[in-house]
Nanobody
Framework: QVQLQESGPGLVKPSQTLSLTCTVS??????????WSWIRQPPGKGLEWMGA???????YSSLSLKSRTSISRDTSKNQFTLQLRSVTPEDTAVYYC????????????????WGKGTQVTVSS
C-alpha cells in the first residue's frame, strides 16, 4: 500500500516562498512509469494541477504556475518537494501530493494514491 504524506508550514506571508514536502512510503518514487504530482484546491474551487516529477526526475509544470514553481526530489528519503515563489492570498488552498500514471491530474480518480492534504494559508 503506497502512502503519501504532505508536510510544510500552515501559514505563509505574502511574497514569501512556500515549500512543501511529500514523503512516500510503501513504494519508490523511482518506480518505472509513475508521475508524482502536486495539486491544490482553493476554498470553494476545484482541483488545480500544479506540476509533477516523474520516475526519471524530469519535471513538468502547469503553464499558469510555471514561472513560480519548482519541483525536486530526494531519492534517498523517497520524498519530493514543491516550492511556490512570491505567494499571494490567492495561493491559499489545500495542497495535495499524488501518484499517477499520467498528467495532468484534474479529478480525484486520475491518481491512484493521494496524500490527505495540508492546508496552507497566505496571510500577513
Amino acid at each position: 500500500q503506497v502512502q503519501l504524506q504532505e508536510s510544510g508550514p500552515g501559514l505563509v506571508k505574502p511574497s514569501q516562498t512556500l515549500s512543501l514536502t511529500c514523503t512516500v512510503s510503501g513504494g519508490s518514487i523511482t518506480t518505472n512509469s509513475y508521475y508524482w504530482s502536486w495539486i491544490r484546491q482553493p476554498p470553494g474551487k476545484g482541483l488545480e494541477w500544479m506540476g509533477a516529477i516523474d520516475y526519471r526526475g524530469s519535471t513538468y509544470s502547469s503553464l499558469s504556475l510555471k514561472s513560480r514553481t519548482s519541483i525536486s526530489r530526494d531519492t534517498s528519503k523517497n520524498q519530493f518537494t514543491l516550492q511556490l515563489r512570491s505567494v499571494t492570498p490567492e495561493d491559499t488552498a489545500v495542497y495535495y501530493c499524488a501518484r499517477a500514471r499520467s498528467i495532468p491530474i484534474v479529478t480525484k480518480a486520475a491518481a491512484d494514491y493521494w496524500g490527505k492534504g495540508t492546508q496552507v494559508t497566505v496571510s500577513s
